[in-house]
């Protein structure tokens, strides 16, 4: 998905407070559709969560060096020490 995609690239360099907002965004709302529309820009997102996280997360979107994002990431990133 977008946000697995979004989350392999970006956690390590986020700090503690976007990774707060990150994982309020990816866990509140109820519809990860939502998250989508507001990512690619179909739907405006509500204030709570347009934040500089967001901003991020439409700017990954938008995939300006044409990568091919076929499959899901391998999870090992999840288990790496952080940086």
């Given amino acids: 998905s977008l946000s697995s995609l979004f989350a392999k690239e970006n956690l390590a360099r986020m700090s503690e407070e ?20 507001w990512a690619t820009e179909a739907k405006p997102a509500p204030p709570e969560f347009d934040t500089d996280v967001m901003a991020m997360l439409r700017e990954f979107a938008k995939n300006r060096n044409r990568e091919q994002r076929l499959r899901q990431p391998d999870l090992e990133y999840l288990f790496e020490p952080p940086r």
């Fill in 18 to 37: 976007q990774l707060n907002r990150y994982d309020r965004l990816i866990n509140e709302p109820s519809n990860d559709w939502d998250i989508y529309y």
